[in-house]
């Protein structure tokens, strides 16, 4: 199996537009570029953003831990942050499976 390349947004913006004919680029880039938006927003306030047949966004707190430094092996100190967490929807998954 092999990996396909990474796709950034500018490339999806530019196959979303090559594939809604029907309004103005402007448009479908606005609405492209407002719907990345509102998930950064809505991420930014730890809401839940689940996409049907896509999957869920959700934001998870991680305690505050202790690590050990690479260079040197002393402990440091690592604060608690916010970390966003991606789960599959099953008929996504399925989809991404099947060919194996």
């Known amino acids: 199996m092999t990996r396909t390349p990474k796709r950034n947004k500018s490339d999806l913006l530019r196959s979303f537009l090559q594939s809604e004919n029907d ?6 880039e606005s ?6 938006e509102l998930l950064e927003f809505s991420l930014s306030k730890h809401q839940n953003i689940e996409l049907r047949s896509f999957g869920t966004f959700k934001t998870k707190l991680m305690p505050p831990r202790y690590g050990s430094d690479p260079r040197n092996k002393m402990k440091i100190y690592i604060p608690s942050k916010w970390k966003v967490a991606f789960k599959l929807s099953e008929n996504l998954n399925k989809k991404l499976n099947e060919e194996i």
Do not use: C, S
């Open 23 to 28: 309004l103005n680029p402007q448009i479908n």
């Open 31 to 36: 609405f492209f570029n407002r719907f990345f």
